[in-house]
């Protein structure tokens, strides 16, 4: 199949790239790692009749870490962020949840930035800046900058915040405590596949090696993300004794899926329970080992 027909635009700079999106409205979208978008142009589910190629703005396509987050570039793409050393040290997070998504091919090509936008319910990146309580910074011609929580930028199936006219220049992945581990599993029908259902976990404990925070997120259970608070069932446990079933209770009660033709609804909500259980579990160990890394540095 073929897409309908599109005016191109490659813009050279940022500020020109804003300039055609301002003009075009909502007419046009905006081309990075195509991953997403291509597809749904080729099955006719997007006519958008501008295509704004940001590929040439060069100044969008980094992967920044300090000691308070990752920053990553709306044209970085997803193998570069996975095997960035020192964006993997900062958030784990981040490869663990990268190496899920779909095969090497889309992920040498896909965006993070991109995946975010696109704000798919069964995509692992959305359910990471939710869970890290991460930010999106957006610009627009006429409106300067501004940042979007990750709690308020997925608004619905394949829906964000981002408004007509604006470019998502880029992501930013809070760094965790140092305290913190985390860990990502999911179960789809085959490798590469979208989830039938994925959880993300972040688990900080003290120094004694006892729970003092725990939370999950879960993807292809609901319209966006859904957080699940986990401390209660877990907090002043041991990081290796806890009640990872109650854990996995709650992230079950959370949910709200649908059934559809991967997969029936209660069949979802029993995953998210399980799996919210095996990723917590995984999460504290380590959390753990990376205390014990810390105390013999």
């Known amino acids: 199949m073929k897409p309908p027909a599109f005016a191109y635009h490659r813009p050279a700079t940022v500020a020109e790239g804003l300039a055609v999106l301002a003009e075009v409205g909502h007419d046009g979208k905006v081309l990075a790692g195509g991953q997403s978008l291509v597809p749904l142009l080729n099955m006719r589910l997007a006519a958008p009749a501008h295509l704004v190629d940001v590929n040439w703005l060069a100044e969008l396509d980094e992967v920044a870490v300090d000691d308070r987050r990752v920053r990553v570039g709306a044209i970085a793409r997803h193998a570069r962020v996975e095997h960035d050393q020192a964006a993997a040290g900062a958030v784990p997070l981040l490869a663990q949840a990268i190496a899920d998504i779909a095969h090497d091919t889309v992920r040498n090509r896909g965006t993070v930035v991109g995946s975010l936008v696109h704000a798919d319910p069964a995509a692992e990146l959305p359910a990471v800046l939710v869970l890290l309580e991460g930010t999106m910074e957006l610009a627009s011609a006429g409106g300067g900058r501004r940042r979007a929580a990750a709690a308020d930028f997925f608004l619905g199936p394949l829906e964000s915040a981002v ?127 990376r205390l014990d890394r810390g105390r013999h540095a």
């Open 163 to 289: 408004r007509p006219g604006e470019l998502a220049l880029a992501a930013e992945f809070p760094r965790p405590p140092a305290n913190s581990g985390s860990a990502w599993v999911e179960v789809a029908r085959r490798h590469g596949d979208y989830a039938v259902c994925g959880v993300g976990t972040l688990v900080t404990l003290d120094e004694g090696l006892r729970v003092v925070r725990a939370r999950a997120a879960c993807i292809s259970v609901g319209p966006v993300p859904v957080l699940v608070e986990l401390t209660d069932a877990l907090a002043g446990r041991p990081h290796d004794a806890a009640d990872w079933a109650a854990a996995g209770r709650l992230a079950a009660a959370a949910v709200d899926p649908e059934d559809d033709i991967h997969a029936s609804a209660a069949y979802r909500r029993h995953l998210a329970g399980v799996l919210t259980a095996r990723a917590a579990r995984a999460a504290a160990a380590h959390a753990a080992s």
